[in-house]
């Protein structure tokens, strides 16, 4: 089956830290750029960041600059989401996607079934 799956969601406190993984399986993540989306409860989807296929470039929503980074190991087929300083706000179900170049606006050949991060004292 191909698929990505997301892992690495959970309930943290303001201030804490997780790092998300989006692993392939029954495909290559090498030809693809991935992205990461949220979605938090009643608002729209919402771009986080995305990584070219090489890792070589990348690019983040404005507003998470400095506590979001994002990586790849294309030995383990996965791609991070490195997520610091965790606000509330950041509340939200976290997907990833593969597309061929982050600079296009799709189509996305594959996406995960998102995970949960909530946060929360």
Do not use: M
Request: include cysteine; charge should be neutral.
């Amino acid at each position: 089956q191909l698929q990505l799956v997301e892992s690495g969601g959970g309930l943290v406190q303001p201030g804490g830290s997780l790092r998300l993984s989006c692993a392939a399986s029954g495909f290559t993540l090498d030809y693809y750029a991935i992205a990461w989306f949220r979605q938090a409860p009643g608002k729209e989807r919402e771009g986080v960041s995305c990584i070219s296929s090489s890792g070589g470039s990348t690019n983040y929503a404005d507003s998470l600059k400095g506590r979001f980074t994002i990586s790849r190991d294309n030995a383990k087929n996965t791609v991070y989401l490195q997520v610091n300083s965790l606000k509330p706000e950041d509340t939200a179900v976290y997907y990833c996607a593969a597309l061929l170049a982050c600079d296009l606006p799709g189509p996305y050949d594959y996406w995960g079934q998102g995970t949960q991060v909530t946060v929360s004292s």
